[in-house]
């Protein structure tokens, strides 16, 4: 059974910082897009950031890019959003997702849209709080 399991959310204080994880099996990560998206209580989901694993091609929102990076490891078959300086407002859950479940789908331009991505992650809860 194909499955996107995020880790290492929890509370952190501003300022503070953050790695999520996400682990990957049933499915292929080299060549596909890889991406990191949000949701706040009561919002729609929004894109963090997005990787294509070929050739490493990142894509930010604005609201993350000097905060947050993506990255991948092939070998262990994650993914991984380091996020730095965080602010109470970056509270919310938080979700892995692939494009698709092998390779041959690159990420198109621009920040990650929800529509995009057709496999998820059940999320991990990000809290940012004195």
Known sequence: ?????ESGGGSVQPGGSLR???QASGY???GNCLGWFRQFPG???EGIAQIYTHGDVTHYADSASARFTISHDLSKKTFNLQMSGLKPEDSGM???????????????DGAPRESDFSHWGQGTQVTVSS
Do not use: P
């Open 1 to 5: 059974q194909a499955q996107l399991v």
């Open 20 to 22: 999520l994880s996400c």
């Open 94 to 108: 938080y979700y892995c997702a692939a494009r698709a479940k092998y390779a041959g789908a690159w990420c198109l």
């Open 43 to 45: 919002k729609e989901r």
């Open 28 to 30: 292929t990560l080299a």
